[in-house]
């Protein structure tokens, strides 16, 4: 039954990881937070991501999971407060034995498990609609009244992250002068990486119409940050390692666009409206990744071997990594001209 107009819900939302999952549930988070603006709304995820809401003015508090806490340790931390909605966006194994242990009201959402794995193995669409995640998440808020308000997500930075990062732009010489354009050339898995060379020879023809290149990315993109940099000339610097989550959030704030794959760094430009051009090459639109109602650009190859995973994975199952490699450097530049214009 959806919840009483007369109470203010006590709200606990559980999203682990990563960075683009967490920042899709923030339409829900403001569709919740306008439906019920008296509502305490708490965030549980895990302490290297609590910087990626902290700072939401639709959250109340924010719970950091530590590596070293337990099911128990976690069960015991939900049951202080007798939350009148637990909305688990995790799901699967990692919240089943929480669920037992911690009780309480949980609800979620369909992963569409079934349609995405016959999708992968057999190329079949049994999608029924296309439904971005965002939009799924708000299945577990049912009981709430919510409905999604058609507007991007949201990453809110705080003044200290904005300063630090304008000092690191100042430091690196780049981005001051002359406008910037970000690019994301890691990934969590090999295959949603575009080539190196490819990014290389995109660099060098941002370059040359007269704009700066930050690379960006966390401490395990910091090698190929730097390559990129050092083949890219003087106008390419290299943030990959060097900045915290919000600080990179703010130079990507300060970006005339992002070029990025299938990672969390494209998310975070939606997040905080910078225009972005996204690479995409094994996942594809049906999984619910794809930029959400935002300035962006996807660009992608019809192969019949696409998708061959939902997440990604470390080798090519075909061993021929085409659905990155026949991306070529002047498709996406034509597509970032075509986003910029």
Not at 72 to 84: F, K, P, T, W
Request: charged share 20%; proline share 7%.
């Amino acid at each position: 039954m959806p919840y009483s107009i007369f109470l203010s819900p006590d709200i606990l939302m559980v999203r682990f990881s990563a960075i683009g999952d967490i920042l899709l549930t923030t339409p829900l988070l403001r569709a919740i937070r306008s439906k019920w603006p008296g509502a305490r709304v708490t965030v549980l995820t895990k302490r290297q991501y609590v910087s990626l809401v902290s700072d939401n003015p639709n959250v109340t508090e924010v719970f950091g999971i530590a590596p070293q806490d337990t099911v128990r340790d976690v069960a015991r931390l939900i049951r202080r407060v007798d939350y009148s909605h637990i909305l688990d966006l995790q799901g699967g194994l990692r919240t089943a034995p929480l669920r037992l242990i911690a009780g309480g009201s949980w609800s979620g959402y369909s992963h569409r498990r079934f349609a995405r794995e016959l999708l992968i193995r057999f190329k079949r669409n049994r999608y029924e609609e296309h439904v971005p995640v965002p939009e799924r998440y708000f299945e577990a808020a049912a009981d709430l009244g919510v409905l999604p308000d058609g507007g991007p997500p949201e990453f809110f930075l705080n003044p200290a992250a904005e300063e630090k990062a304008g000092a690191w732009l100042a430091r690196a010489g780049v981005g001051t002068k002359r406008p910037f354009v970000a690019v994301a050339p890691g990934a969590a898995h090999a295959t949603k990486r575009w080539p190196v060379e490819h990014w290389i020879k995109l660099v060098r023809q941002i370059v040359h119409t007269g704009a700066d290149i930050v690379a960006i990315g966390g401490p395990e993109d910091s090698a190929v940050g730097a390559e990129v940099a050092a083949q890219g000339g003087a106008s390419v610097a290299s943030a990959a390692g060097e900045l915290s989550l919000q600080e990179t959030g703010a130079v990507i704030k300060r970006a005339a666009a992002l070029i990025s794959g299938d990672t969390g760094a494209m998310h975070m430009a939606t997040g905080v409206g910078t225009p972005v051009v996204a690479l995409f090459g094994p996942t594809v639109r049906q999984f619910g990744f794809f930029p959400y109602n935002a300035h962006a650009s996807v660009v992608e190859r019809n192969l019949d071997c696409r998708p061959c995973s939902s997440h990604g994975t470390e080798e090519c199952p075909l061993e021929h990594h085409l659905c990155m490699r026949e991306i070529l450097p002047d498709m996406v530049m034509a597509t970032l001209t075509r986003t910029l214009a």
